[in-house]
């Protein structure tokens, strides 16, 4: 292993990748028995493996595809002002093709949310607490941050054609559940590598249910150039969410 162009030493000589092999550690490591080797050693199991960043997949799933459709195409223009012409950017841009064969193509980046408990502290609130502190105690599970998407924008927009229509018609209805859904689940997968030359393979998945858009970002257009693609950001809603180990072990 070159570090700073040197090799590391170690109780074992100079770690390269043929000491792994030659040698073994017959004991439990610490600070004065080479843990680095162990480390390193661990580091080369699949469960150890770090993963790239930028390996993930994200799929949208409507609960009702038939009507959810309906809502926009035919529905919509019926609450907001005529002009919503977005049938066409629905079927070309929402097909087997472009969201469930690699996932949403158009899924660029995605913002996970974390998990928060709110906590507050009781005991004395008036005069001296004799240098007691307060204890903390539990005032609830805190609201779901909104999944954010991003989403590449392209000539018939994804974005404005589905999106921003689909979240006016949630507006209208509501988000209240009924037999005919007008949400969507939304799986984001986690990939891992799985050797040189083989596919990859999913590791993990986060599944968020009964989604619906209900932000949209604003749009800036400029005559600066740039090199960046046009990317969009876009704020779902869900009920729930769940996070599942496929527990992958070759």
């Given amino acids: 292993m070159l570090i700073s162009g040197i090799y590391l030493p170690s109780n074992c000589g100079n770690i390269t990748p043929q000491v792994f092999q030659t040698c073994p550690m017959p004991n439990s490591p610490d600070i004065t028995q080479s843990h680095i080797p162990y480390f390193h050693r661990k580091m080369c199991d ?3 493996n770090i993963p790239l960043n930028f390996q993930w997949v994200l799929v949208i799933t409507a609960k009702n595809k038939n009507h959810l459709f309906n809502k926009i195409k035919q529905r919509l223009p019926s609450l907001e ?13 929402w097909t087997t093709a472009t969201q469930d064969v690699i996932g949403c193509i158009f899924a660029q980046g995605v913002s996970l949310p974390g998990e928060t408990v709110n906590t507050e502290h009781v005991g004395i609130t008036e005069g001296s607490n004799r240098g007691f502190i307060n204890a903390p105690v539990i005032s609830g599970r805190a609201n779901f ?4 998407i991003g989403f590449l924008e392209t000539n018939r927009s994804f974005t404005d054609g589905v999106l921003r229509p689909w979240s006016i018609v949630v507006a209208h209805e509501g988000l209240i559940a009924n037999q005919l859904s007008i949400k969507a689940d939304i799986d984001v997968y986690e990939l891992a590598k799985h050797g040189e030359c083989s596919p990859t ?3 993990k998945v986060w599944h968020f249910k009964d989604c619906a858009p209900i932000n ?3 749009e800036q257009k400029s005559y600066e150039s740039s090199t ?3 990317k969009r950001q876009a704020g779902f809603v869900y009920n ?3 996070v ?3 527990g992958y072990n070759p």
């Avoid at 002002?81 to 841009?93: K, Q, R, V």
């Avoid at 941050?145 to 954010?148: A, D, I, Q, V």
């Fill in 216 to 218: 949209i970002s604003p």
């Fill in 145 to 148: 941050n909104n999944l954010e």
């Fill in 81 to 93: 002002p005529a002009g919503w012409n977005i049938g066409m950017s629905l079927d070309t841009t």
């Fill in 201 to 203: 393979v999913i590791r």
């Fill in 228 to 230: 960046d693609y046009p």
């Fill in 46 to 48: 699949w469960a150890f």
């Fill in 244 to 246: 599942s180990d496929m």
């Fill in 240 to 242: 729930s969410y769940s």
